[in-house]
């Protein structure tokens, strides 16, 4: 294996802040590995060159602006013009723990993976809703499942809040595609297609500070409930029961309250059981009691918006016969 050179792609758009924030952690970072820090402004009206400038004397940067065409096709531009011969892709939200290139340097410079993703975590600096929503998007008793696990994983589906792709799996699957969100499990089924392995780098983790309320993180969920049945289409061997289960969940639960009102209280009992064990995991974790009360709210949330996403795409596609791309224009750049 020749040695690694990393470039870290990160697409931003309208957020000077955020990248202030992240750059502050790259200064922070361990170890004497070459890397440069590859910024691709996406078409935004408020532009991050004068903070991308600004440390120009203590990082390698290299700055673009394009047109807005979206965050996978602005990721593929940033690896279309990065010097490196292994691409790390970061979203601008995200902050780096100190020792994050030198866990990620020392996995595969023991175990070489064409690309691998790492899980998020919240920061201590977070505000409770981002602390409640980070639970209830890597906890494995929610939809966060395999996101938030602590073993090496063979054939992980990476995230590009965190993912690793070495430029021949770049050059080989033409990188990311046109819909979003979902451009990722995307790439991650291409590439397993084409015999490129996937793992998870569980040490490799970073801090994610989701720009979030309520109704955007409905919003999100959403789209990733109407996203899955369309990549089920293009990958039908990725189909799993398990991306019925927060539909499930959901109708679970309405069912369950509306049988309480008829006197039968076993179903209401188990959901009551299953979000007391959330709630003392949500508070161990956070041990916050704020956190713990909002994490069980992000759950509700999250269940039914990505049910009621997953349903509806489901019915369009396959009970309608509809193409994705006109069933669901905005969930694709063009």
């Not at 866990?103 to 201590?124: I, M, Q, R, T, W």
């Not at 991650?188 to 309520?214: N, Q």
Request: net charge positive.
């Amino acid at each position: 294996m020749d040695e690694i050179y990393y470039s870290f792609i990160i697409p931003v758009y309208n957020r000077p802040d955020e990248i202030k924030e992240l750059l502050d952690s790259f200064k922070n970072l361990e170890g004497n590995l070459n890397y440069e820090v590859v910024i691709v402004e996406d078409g935004s009206s408020i532009k991050a060159d004068e903070v991308a400038n600004s440390y120009n004397e203590d990082l390698n940067i290299a700055y673009f602006y394009k047109e807005n065409s979206g965050p996978g096709d602005s990721r593929n531009y940033g690896m279309r013009h990065a010097k490196g011969n292994y691409f790390i892709i970061l979203d601008s939200d995200v902050i780096l723990p100190s020792n994050y290139l030198m866990e990620v340097n020392n996995f595969l410079s023991k175990a070489y993976y064409d690309c691998f993703g790492g899980p998020d975590a919240a920061h201590h600096s977070f505000s409770n809703l981002q602390k409640a929503i980070n639970f209830a998007m890597t906890s494995f008793i929610t939809t966060g499942g395999i996101r938030g696990g602590k073993q090496q994983i063979e054939d992980f589906q990476p995230r590009s809040f965190n993912m690793g792709l070495s430029k021949k799996a770049f050059l080989e699957t033409g990188g990311f595609g046109k819909i979003h969100p979902g451009e990722d499990p995307d790439l991650s089924l291409r590439l397993l297609k084409l015999g490129f392995k996937t793992t998870l780098i569980d040490k490799a983790f970073v801090f994610h500070k989701r720009r979030i309320s309520w109704s955007k993180f409905y919003k999100q969920v959403n789209k990733f409930g109407m996203v899955r049945p369309i990549l089920n289409q293009w990958h039908p061997a990725s189909k799993s029961i398990t991306y019925w289960l927060p539909t499930l969940f959901a109708f679970g639960l309405v069912m369950a309250c509306a049988l309480s009102l008829l006197g039968i209280m076993l179903p209401i009992y188990l959901y009551a059981f299953y979000f007391s064990i959330a709630f003392i995991l949500a508070l161990f974790s956070s041990k916050n009691l704020v956190v713990a009360v909002l994490a069980l709210v992000a759950i509700l949330v999250q269940f039914f918006g990505y049910g009621y996403g997953f349903i509806r795409s489901t019915f369009n596609l396959v009970v309608l016969k509809k193409q994705p791309e006109k069933a669901f224009p905005h969930l694709f750049f063009r």
